[in-house]
Each structure stands twice: as C-alpha cells, then as structure tokens.
C-alpha cells in the first residue's frame, strides 16, 4: 500500500488543507507535486476549506472524499453539489494507518480516554475494545486536534497517523491499531470552474446528477446512458436532496475524460433526461488505469459513425 | 378503408411498379401525386422494377413492401438490403379488396379454376374453401397475370383487384372475397440516394441493420440503441444473410427523421455498434401521424444538451 | 454440409409431409429416425399437412419452417400460431441443392420454360439469369410438381432436388444450380400437444409471442425477460396478426428446455407481460448444440435460490 | 410534518434505543405502540444497541437509519450488513427540529460554545454561523449528551429536540434553528430473524446485496430484476465493503413484501446474481402508501402464470 496520487502539473499558490497540521489531509497535500512556492494553509472544516476556494482566499484546497471502510465523506460530496460550482483537478489515495499517540511510557492499561475525529474511531473499534477497553472515546474535530487535546493532558490518548506524533510532541504507543489493513481515503484537489487539463489517457470523471422526478426507473436510466455507451462507473452514491426522505441525487465517478465523445456524449444525454447535471470534472486517476472501452465506442469509433451521419444526410454515403 | 399516401412533390418522370396494368401496384402508384408528364413502366417483378431504377433506366419504382396478413414482401426487404443502394421517398397503403373475376355469366358452381398471385391465395383461403371448394388453385406471376388467364380461357377465374374487370373484358362474379377485411399493403416509392427530402414533421426512417457478430443480445443492444433516445419502432423484420441459418439482419421502420437530433444519434450509434448500416431513407408517412417525442427527446432538448456540454469542455458552464 | 436432425425415438404411425413425392420436405422425412411401419403421406399443402394432424388423420407433420436464404416459411409460422394448438417435437436441418431437370438430351439453349415452387426460383435466380436468360418462369405448387409439368411435357425443365430426377423420369441438365452454396431447410415434425420429451440437453423451445398492446417497447420488453435469465434466442420473426398494419406477433426460438428452471421462469414471465403465449414445443435441435448457460443461471442456481427465498421467508435464513 | 409510525402490533418487552434519555430515537420509540410493560433501554451507540439485540440482552432496538438532510446512518446501515442477522420489523418517520437549549436568561450574544451531535451541526450550520458565529462547536456523543454538557455548564448551550429542556434542566434559547425546515429522521426497529409479519398492503422490504465480482454494470444487472418485475426501488446506497476503494455493497429498500410473487422472485433472482444477499426485513411503511404494482405483475398475475407453466409442462394447456 503505498501513497498514489494523479499526474498533474505542480499545484501552486495557496492550497487550503482540512488542517491542522498532523493530518492525514496534510500529508495527501505533502505527496502532491506542489510548486516551490505553494502555500498550505490549514482549514477548520471541508466548508470552509472549499468556501475559501470559492471566495478566492485560496487557489485550491485538498478535502477527504471518501474511505475505503467509512465510504464517503458526505460533507464533501454535499458541499461540492450545492452553492458556486468548483472542480476536482487531482486526486490523492491515502493508505490509513492509525497510531495510538500519548506521552512518552503511557502503559495501555492506565489509558482512560482516547480521542479522535468521529470518522476514526469506527476504523479502530475492534483493537480499542481488545486493548483498552475502559478507556472512553472523546470526538475531536480531526485528528491532528486529538493529538493536540492529547498534548494539552486534556486526554490521554489520540488516534492519528504516526507522521503527527514528532509534531504534537507525543511518542508513538501503537502502531498500526486500525481494524482493516488496506483501508485507503482519497483525497481530492478542487479549483474554480475552468476547462478541464486534457485527456491523459487515464481519466476519472466526477459528476453529481439530480433526478427530473422520483420516477420509478430513473436510475435505472440515468444508468443505461453510461452503459449504452460503454462508460463504466467506479463509484456511485445517492445523497438526499434535502427536500424530503426518498428525494435523492447520485453523485458518480466514471471513467474517462469528457473530452472523450464516449463520456461527452453519455453527459449530454444525462443532461437532456436529468433536472440537472453537475460537471465537477475530470481529471487524472491516482491509479493511472486506463479506461476499459468495449468494441464500438472509441473515440474514431464514434468520429466514424458520425461522419457516416453527416454524408447520409446530404445523400452522399 | 382509404388509400393514404405521403404527401411529397409530384413524382415526374418514367416510374416502373409491378406491372401488369391491374396490379394493386399500379392502383397504388396512380393514388399518389403524380406529375402531368408521368410514365408509368410496368415491370415484371421487384427486382426488374428497382433494377431499372439502379440502372438509370426509370427515375423511381413503386414496390410492394408489407401487408396486413400476408406480411413483409421478402423479395423488396431483401433487393433493398442488398445491391446499390436506393432509397424510399415516399409510401402508400392501399385497402386490400380482392374480387373473383371471370367472364359473365359464369356460375360459382361451375368454377374448376382459381388463379392468382401466391400472396392473394392465402387472403381468400376460408372464402375460396367454403364457395369454390373443387376450383383448383393456379398460380400467376400477378393477379394481373391471373386476369389474363381468365381472359384467354386458361383458367375460369381469377383474383384481383375489380378495377381489373374492365381492363381484361372481365366480369365481377363476387366481390370482397378476402377472409379478412381491413387488409392493407404498404407500398413504397424508391428512387436512387440522394439527401432526404426536408422533414414533414410526420416522418418515418428505414434502415436495415446488419449485426457484427452473433453475439447473445445483439438484437437487444440494437433495440436499446433506439429506445434510450425515445424513438419508437414501428416495424421490425429479421431476414437471413444468407449466410446460413442463425445468422440475421434487421429490416426497422421507426418514427421521426435522419435530420432530428434523436433519430440521427441512434441511427450513428447503431453504425458503431453494427457490422453495418444501410439507410434506406426518411420519408412523410401515408398516415400522417406525427413521432411521439418522450420528454427530453427533442430537438431542443438535444441542442441544449449539446450547446452545455460545450461550454462544459471550455470550462464555461 | 450434411442432413442434421434431432435425436428423438423413431416416429411412427402416419406422417403428413408437403409432398408429392420428390420433394425435399421428403427427402428430410426419410432422414429421421422412422419406426418400420412409418407410412408417409404427402400434402398438397403445408396447411392440409398440419390439419390432418389437428384432425387425426395423421399422427404428425413433417413441414419446411426456415429457409437459410429465403427465411421463414410464413404459411407454416401463421398456421402454427393459429387454429388448435400443434407442438413440434423434432426438427431437421437438410442442405438446399437445385438441380436443373429436363427429359434426356435437352440442351440449355433449347429451354424456354422453367417451373418451380416460387420459393426456389429467387434460389437460383443468377445462376438462371445467366444460362437460360430467355426462360420464362412458370409457378408451381412444389418443386416436385414441377418435376411433374417437366415430365408432361408441360414445361421444358424444373428445378428440384436431383434425387426428383430418377422418380419423375428426368435428366439432371445441371447440378447445383443455386446462387449459394450452403442454403439450408429447416423442416419441424408437429404433432397433437402433449408434454415434451423428457430434456436432452441440448433443446430447442418455440413460442409465438402477442403483445398485450402494441405500446413503444413492448419488444424490448419481451426481449428482456429472456435476457435477464440467460436464455439466449436463436430466431426472432415478427408477423402481422392480421389486424391492421403495425400489429405483430413474435415467432421466437430460444436456446434450452421448457423444463429448465430458466427457460420455464421466462415463459411464465412472458406469460404475464404478453396477451398471449403460444408453447410450440421443447426439442432436440438438430445440431446437437448446448445452450450456453450463463452464471447463475444453471438449474442448480435456480433451486438454490428457491430454496433460499422459502428459508427467508420462513424466517429461516 | 407529523410522527408517522408503521401500524404493527404493540412492541413488548425490553427495547434498546440510541440513548440518553432525550434524544430523537427516544421519541421515536415513545410513538410506536408500546405493550404497557414495555422497558425502554438506552444504548450509548447503534452499535451498542443492535449488539444487545443479538446477544438477547434486549428484544428490540430502534435506530435512526436515514436522514432527509443528512441521508443514511452509515454505522446502521453497515452493522446490520455485517455480523449476525437482524430484522427490521417497523419504522418510524420524525420530523426533526432542532432548538438551541441552555441555562435560562443566556443571551445568544453570550454563547461562546454549542455542543450537539456531528449530525446535528451540519443541519444547523446557517443559523449558527448567522446567529453565534463565534460560539465554538463541541462534538457530543448524542443531542441528549450535549444538553447534558450545557447542564453540567462544560458548554454554554446544546442543540437538541426541545423535548430534552424539561429533562436536563434547561431553558429553550431559541426555536426551529434547523436550517431546513422538513427535515425528517427515519427509524427503524429491529429485532433477531423470524418470519416477517404477514403482508399490511403497504409494506417495504429491506435488502443488503453484494455484487459477486465489480463487473461495469453489475449494478444495473441487479437495478434490472428488480425493474423486470414492476417492484420500484425506495432507496439504494452504495457501502463500501471494507476490502478496499471501488468495492460496495448496496443498501436497498424496495416496495411490496416479501411474501409477493413479485418481490420474492426479484429476491430469488438476486440471490442467483449476486455475492451474497442479505434479508434485513417486510414491515408496514410508517406512510401507509401502497406498492405501486404495474400490469402484469400482480400476485394473481403470477399465479396464473405459474399454473399456465405446470399446466404446459404436462402438455395441458
């Protein structure tokens, strides 16, 4: 498991972090080909992190966007689905490993609080009830700020990544203490609206897609505009709209770049049947795999068949 | 029961349909609008008439192409799929109505022959069983044909048209002899490639459609290609390649026309997915029904689909 | 190319077949597997073959169903989708020769009439074209009644099956005078209904299919209810019902046995989607050929789940 | 906006809920019908709560599952994927509403910290940042919780339901400061596997399906059995599976019971398709609104087909 990120030019300016210091978002920032003269710039939340992208404080920010044990990070998706549109130019995946942090000779039997951001400690639940049992969780706005209530004496213990001990001034008590090896969170980087970088040839594309009416099926079609195309999906979830239990919108990552007739064509045809289509852009995948495209829809593919139209059309084919 | 033909520009020039004089053929190709200086060539079969069409010998061809109970004329479907291209512009559909002729006088009782085109045959099947049942059945290249046997002695009666009476000296011993009323045939006018005439607004578009391989599902992939992008079929023939049991190609009718937005992106999708297209034209519809539209299927919907993904590529939307 | 035919128990008692004698429907009556006391009837027609069925006179019916070049056989598809119900409990599969027969010594530049049943004459229409250009064409009720003409001196030469030639008294003028090598005839044996032969694993299932109404989709619908259990389809024909223009019913063969979990759950689901289903029969095709059986579709899959449902819904799972 | 709760029979015994006292899921299980012995139980996580269903410590658990701003409780959802089989055998809908509680008199100009739950925070963003912009957030373990905080004066104030104000001691400082009014949380009750309670006619049925193998449209496959027969689908969530990014499970809620023809062969057809499926209850919709139940796939729809099946299997029909 090692840290993969997208090709892409460096990222330079000023790039907001879900901060403080200490983070896992920091250290996906950290991995990130980043200009000489790029500025971190610790955020408090996901909102406000993309709100100063919005308003221009920052030329970019790095938010959490989903975790391979905890799924997605809602406030991320919800926040990139309403208010002034941006764009994903990057993404970052994570491995997760976490550490227990705590003074230097704590013994695991005399910890008696453990904090940690809410979305950590499900990840541990197993090894914390195995190993310190009686020792009562704490929510902390991120993990980095655990360590820092760790490092205040106002708990004993936070979970983190091990890279924030040397920070927080903590010594290392455990390594490793997460549940499920592997667990992975990917990162992505968010700009203003702009045309997207071009194809490179290993493309994800982001869209979130709001259905016209709660028909019975709209899924299902909304589907079928993908697959009639040959476009795969990597990740599909539905998100409440806010107006109503069973009101929902999908937010989708496919393959390719829209560029691509494949993909431009399957987003036009969403935009025609949706009520609305968010394009949050395409971008190079972390992975660098390249899009599956079945027979009959590659790029000369669909250029061929679309001259075939034009010289039938004028009598000529 | 009218006949109902398309309304396009008068047909001028030498016009071949399957002759004799007395066909329902000719009966349908004097129905349409028809230029003062119209000549009409009679030709012997489907393949003669739409021969002296690719040869330059006629200028257009009016053929037999479905019927209400006997079916699609397979020797039409067949020479349009294959061989230089031509193309439909127009259709009539003509009421069915056959009549037992023979000379006067004659009595049902006295009747020992029957002759007619093979397709008339089965269209008066009960009635030739229940008022003829001795008559044996002779079978003619035409029920013009047939007429003219009646005429020469050959046989006593025949089947055809009673607007064939006259021409061959013939009286009407019955009338309406068909088993089935409301029997119709669909005829159209085939003339060499050229752009489509503007669309009507109640159009219909032949194509045939040649699968790339055999595959489980072709024929549904095909189908898809149309529905997804709301165009209604409204005919659908599978006939052999030729090439040995198994192995088909697809003769389709469907609503609208090759310059909209819907039926133009289906009918490229289908030239990526299939071995082969060949379009066989947009033409107004006898009937005059116009396409039913499903929401977000028109031409507007696809112009601002397309007109956003656009501005989307430029970074603009 | 050989003569194929199904692996069934010999069939025995009397046997209408499209006759006369020297047709090809018999030459593929005697390469099935016949009991001692078989006794061939001929027909004079397809209809008159399966009504002596439907009546008793006969025990079975050995008619053509489909033509690798000229397609189906519609007079045998209408008449098994309509009347009392027939099933097909066999098939054979015989290789389509023509030869050319005339009395001895005729020469090709002599012919000037050539018979044949409609359905051969487009069968060797280049090859007739091209060596007795100047023949005139003359219809007959069957191949081997031309065969009959020829021998009265009616017309000068017929096309048929070389094996016609000894029968009637002919010469063979030419052999294999067919436009394409490797035409095929598809002949069925019908009988009374009655519960299928047990499955041979390698089964063929014929169904003729009514739409409920004649609603956009309704095809694809069909389509789906065998997609979505594996069942793949071998021959799909759309015929009018007889009922007005656009009004059809689907002749379907699909691949696997009534019997089969999968085919059966599709029946029955056609069932409920369709106006009308009409069963024509589980069968040993005549290739031998296994259905292919997608994952999760196997009997076993089928069972496996059921047994599952009745668990849960026991609350036993 | 009113309790919504499904008709069941009263729930006895001991019932563990999402606790302290004064939170959302007490009200929730305060408006089911209750046997009058009934003992209500609080549990400090979801977790907590459905474990002691399964070990037998309580009979049942009622737990938030969705929220209509804040969408599904993935700790639900993925405890009942995972371990040992539980059973939704009710639900609950509540209109939430947040109120800003705190020691009588506070001004809101004096607030310096509010705690609540991290799921009620973001339902109230606006008003917070509108209203005490500079109060600092305190994550608590439940609303309940952090009232308990803002009595015990380590916070200023709590957001929590106002029904928790008598409970803790505390004043309501402000009404209604949920950002969007409508906002609705669903609950579900759940107890160990049985058989489901007998069709209501207005049930839904709760399903966890995992796909075999990430094949591209393993999705729609599975979209596909449950659309083939009329049963429309309520809710679908993608969850991760834990074994890494790209790998999900999905939450579905569907129309209709398990017990109906049509939802228990869409759930049969599943268990063939896919990895696994998990049967996580039938139980009356809190709403009362009845299936929709498109033609051709009612039970009796299905019983006629069914007896048309085994009638043509024994060659019957």
Known sequence: MTVRVSEVEPIAGRVAYLGPAGTFSEAALRSLPLAPDVEAVPSVTVVAALDAVRSGDVDAALVPFENSVEGAVT??????????????????VLPI?????????????????????????????????????????????????????ARAGEVDTALAGSFAARRYGLAVLAEDVQ?????????????????????????RTTVVLLERDDHPGSLMEMLTE???????LTRMESRPTGTGLGRYCFSIDCEGHIE??????ALSALRRVCADVRFLGSYPRA???????????????????????????????
């Open 75 to 92: 406030s991320t998706l919800d926040e990139l689905a309403a208010g002034d549109p941006l764009q994903i130019i990057a993404e970052v």
């Open 97 to 149: 490993r976490f550490a227990l942090l705590g003074r230097a000779g704590l013994a695991l039997d005399d910890v008696t609080t453990v904090a940690s951001h809410p979305h950590a400690q499900p990840q541990c639940r197993r090894w914390l009830a195995k190993n310190i049992p009686d020792a009562a969780w704490v929510a902390a706005t991120s993990n980095a700020q655990a360590a820092r209530l």
């Open 179 to 203: 549940d499920v090896d592997g667990a992975e969170t990917r990162f992505v980087v968010v700009s203003r609206p702009g045309a997207p970088a071009p194809p490179s040839g290993h493309d």
């Open 226 to 232: 993908f697959a009639v195309r040959g476009v795969n």
């Open 260 to 265: 691509s007739h494949r993909v431009g064509e």
């Open 287 to 317: 992975d660098g795999k390249e899009p599956a495209i079945p027979p009959a829809t590659s790029d000369s593919d669909f250029a061929d068949a679309a001259d075939w139209l034009a010289r039938v059309r004028r009598g000529l084919a």
